[in-house]
Structure formats: C-alpha cells, structure tokens
C-alpha cells in the first residue's frame, strides 16, 4: 500500500534550472495539493487541483507551475530555480467528503546554490 | 481565504507536564478542523480531526482537542506528554463549502525532556 509517493527526495540544483517534482497516489483521491515546509514558516500552500485537468493557486505559487494531466500524478514544476525557492516540498491527496484527512507524501528536500 | 494562527511557537516541557497547544482560525462559514504531528524527520501524520458533531474529540496518543465556535478555536491538549511526543504540531482548517485549501498553522515546535 505505497500512498503517496514523492521522487526525488533530495535534490541540488544551480540557480536558473529548472525540474519537476513528481507526486503519485494510489488512493484513488479527488484532491491533491502541493506545500513548501519553511522553518518557522509552517507549511504553505503553492497550488492544489480538485479533480483532474484541473488546479488552482495558492497561498506563494510566484515561480513554480503544476500539471494534473492523470488522476494520480500531480506534477509541481521549477522553471527557473532561485535560492528563495530552497525548502522541503511534501505533496498530499486527500478523497472528496467532509472532514477526509490529508495523506502525506515523505517530502523531496531542494536546494537551489 | 482562511487562516490560522498558532502561538507560543516553541513549548519545553518535562514528562509528565500537562500539555495546551492553542488554535485560532478566521473563517466564518462552516470548518473541518485537524491537528497534525511532525515528528522528526517524517512527514505529517493525523493527530486528530472534527467536522460536525461532539466539539471535544479524541485522537491518537492521548491527544484530545476541543472546537470553540464562538471563540474560532481548537485547542489541543494532552494531560501527560511523554519523551516521544517531541515533535511539531501543526492545527488546520478547510472549509468544504468554500475553496476547499487546507490552510496551515506555523507549528508549534514541542520539546519533552526525560
């Protein structure tokens, strides 16, 4: 039973590359989300999707994009890293329903030099 | 959109203490609420959570939380916190009739020493 599952789960990237970050759940969930983690900062929401084919901004999506082209792939894309992009990146789905709980992935650990 | 707030960002306790970690949200429509828990190195994992019915639930651990309406709050508590209940607690709310984005808390760094 694998959940969620977040690839890569560290990575180092110079400033001006870019990447995807791949999100997989096998849950069959509605809702998927993307957040940063930041010390101090808690976690903050960068785009979520609803359903397939869809997504939605969130709270920073400033320099990041995200794909939901099959039900359980979300894909959060870097086009252009900057340092202030540095962060642990944990990826979630939860079913569509009341007070359904978030399933977390493991995190993917960046950092932009 | 919604929001959270949690204070006293960084808790020490000894074992055994008595443990209130406090929640305040703005929403005025109707809220899911969850409590979630960090520990080191691991992603977040459901503490507990309240969308209708009794305003005091219980979850994992010994952990219980209570839903104030009139307050926007959702207080988490444990009566006797053990070593390994060091972690980070996070409180959120989604409003299902409403955007449906889970906003976050900034965590409550907890800390229980032996």
């Known amino acids: 039973n694998a959940g969620v599952t977040q690839t890569p789960k560290f990575r180092v990237l110079k400033t001006g590359q870019s990447m995807t970050l791949l999100c997989a759940q096998d849950m069959n969930h509605e809702y998927m989300y993307w957040y940063r983690q930041d010390p101090g900062m808690g976690l903050r929401l960068i785009h979520y999707s609803v359903g397939e084919g869809t997504t939605a901004k969130g709270e920073v999506p400033d320099g990041y994009n995200v794909s939901r082209l099959k039900k359980q792939n979300f894909l959060l894309g870097l086009e252009s890293a900057a340092p202030s992009q540095t962060s642990v990146y944990f990826c979630?789905?939860?079913?569509?329903?009341?007070?359904?709980?978030?399933?977390f992935g493991n995190g993917t650990r960046l950092t932009v030099t | 959109a919604q929001s959270v707030s949690q204070h006293n960002h960084h808790v020490i306790l000894s074992e055994a203490a008595s443990l209130e970690l406090g929640c305040n949200y703005s929403y005025g429509g109707t809220v899911n609420l969850f409590w979630y828990v960090q520990y080191p190195g691991q992603h977040l994992q459901l503490l507990l959570k309240?969308?209708?019915?009794?305003?005091l639930v219980k979850g994992i651990k010994g952990f219980e939380a209570e839903f104030i309406k009139s307050k926007f709050s959702f207080n988490l508590r444990k009566p006797s916190v053990q070593w390994s209940d060091t972690a980070e607690y996070f409180c959120?709310?989604?409003?299902?009739?409403?955007?449906?984005?889970?906003?976050f808390g900034k965590g409550n760094q907890v800390v229980v020493i032996p």
């Open positions: 309240y969308f209708s019915g009794d305003p």
């Open positions: 979630a789905s939860r079913p569509q329903g009341q007070g359904a709980p978030l399933h």
């Open positions: 959120a709310v989604n409003a299902p009739y409403g955007n449906n984005r889970l906003a």
